[in-house]
């Protein structure tokens, strides 16, 4: 069954570091997304994207963090500065099509900011 | 007022028990309602997804959408030790929106 890939399971940051997330959609979506879960608290959207565009995002996505699908494959995330308070689980999901279809999730990368 | 509300449990059932699971919202606009699972250290997989009110069963696993009570249930017939997991109420309005909002999920064991 296809599934949503992401890498690395762990990374490991000092403050004030960029770091990338990456994210191999399921092959045939064409929207995509990034949640995160700080520990203990639900899961929390911060950014879809569609056409190579953002098309909606959260307050939690403010200037630090950035989007981009570089191949016809790869999505990632970027976080220019990180925080310490950017420590939590980042998931990537995709659907075929908006809101009729539903999103598959990946297994998340744990970001520690140390 | 929270937009979702769900139960954070723990909650301990012995197997072959029927599980309900539930959630409230505060949004009308909501009108497609999913639940997932997620086991320790995995991604949220899609279990149920509804549209607007009504029922839908799936094998063990039957989902009921309250519209009118702003109310979610996911019920498990004949639970497994396997079900033991955290389950994940989610939604959106799909008006534009497609960002799914959860609920804090509901952590469930079931004892063999």
């Known amino acids: 069954e296809p599934e949503v890939t992401q890498t690395p399971s762990h990374q490991v940051t000092q403050m004030g570091q960029e770091v990338i997330l990456r994210c191999v959609p399921i092959?045939?979506?064409?929207?995509f997304y990034w949640y995160r879960q700080i520990l203990g608290q639900k899961v929390e959207f911060l950014v879809s994207f569609y056409n190579n565009e953002i098309s909606e995002k959260s307050e939690i996505f403010d200037d630090q963090f950035s989007v981009e699908r570089p191949d016809g494959s790869n999505f990632t995330l970027k976080i220019r500065s990180t925080k310490l308070e950017d420590s939590a689980m980042y998931f990537c999901?995709?659907?075929?099509?908006?809101?009729?279809?539903?999103?598959?999730f990946g297994d998340g990368t744990r970001l520690s900011i140390l | 007022q929270k937009e979702v509300e769900q139960d954070p449990g723990p909650l301990s059932v012995p197997e072959g028990a029927i599980v309900s699971l539930n959630c409230t919202y505060s949004n009308s606009a909501f009108q497609y309602f999913m639940w997932y699972r997620q086991y320790s250290r995995k991604g949220p997989e899609l279990l149920m997804y509804t549209y607007s009110s009504g029922n839908k069963e799936d094998g063990r696993f039957t989902a009921q959408v309250d519209k009118s009570s702003k109310y979610i249930s996911l019920f498990i017939r004949d639970s497994q030790p396997s079900d033991s997991a955290t389950y994940l109420c989610a939604m959106t309005s799909g008006a534009g929106s497609y960002q799914l909002t959860f609920g804090k999920g509901t952590k469930l064991s079931v004892i063999p």
């Open positions: 092959s045939n979506h064409l929207y």
């Open positions: 999901a995709s659907s075929e099509a908006n809101v009729e279809q539903p999103q598959h």
